[in-house]
Nanobody, 126 residues
Framework: QVQLVESGGGLVQAGDSLRLSCAAS????????MGWFRQAPGKEREFVAA????????YYAASVQGRFTISRDNAKNTVYLQMNSLKAEDTAVYYC???????????????????WGQGTQVTVSS
């Protein structure tokens, strides 16, 4: 059983930065791509960013490209999401997720991820 635990959310002002962390356990973390998704009130969950198992490639939603950076530390079984220049529209619950395929490619479809964290709230005031 895989466990993913997010942390680092909070209330910030527009223009501020936050770094989210997602600690993984229960599976060989370094063999799986990871993703971040978010869900705003009244909206469907959407893709934010993904990173390959090695960390050698990343993929971002257009809405966060240039502001957010996904990274991972396989020695610590942790994936991060550095969020800069935050906007009110970034307000959401942020989830990390683990790819269901070992050594899988980057993907934005949430159906390709089989384990999810409980989420961490990010609120950006304007």
């Amino acid at each position: 059983q895989v466990q993913l635990v997010e942390s680092g959310g909070g209330l910030v002002q527009a223009g501020d930065s936050l770094r989210l962390s997602c600690a993984a356990s229960g599976r060989t973390f370094s063999s799986y791509a990871m993703g971040w998704f978010r869900q705003a009130p009244g909206k469907e969950r959407e893709f934010v960013a993904a990173i390959t198992w090695s960390g050698g490639a990343t993929y971002y939603a257009a809405s966060v490209q240039g502001r957010f950076t996904i990274s991972r530390d396989n020695a610590k079984n942790t994936v991060y999401l550095q969020m800069n220049s935050l906007k009110a529209e970034d307000t959401a619950v942020y989830y990390c997720a683990a790819d269901r395929h070992i050594y899988g490619s980057l993907k934005r479809d949430e159906r390709e991820y089989d384990y999810w964290g409980q989420g961490t709230q990010v609120t950006v005031s304007s």
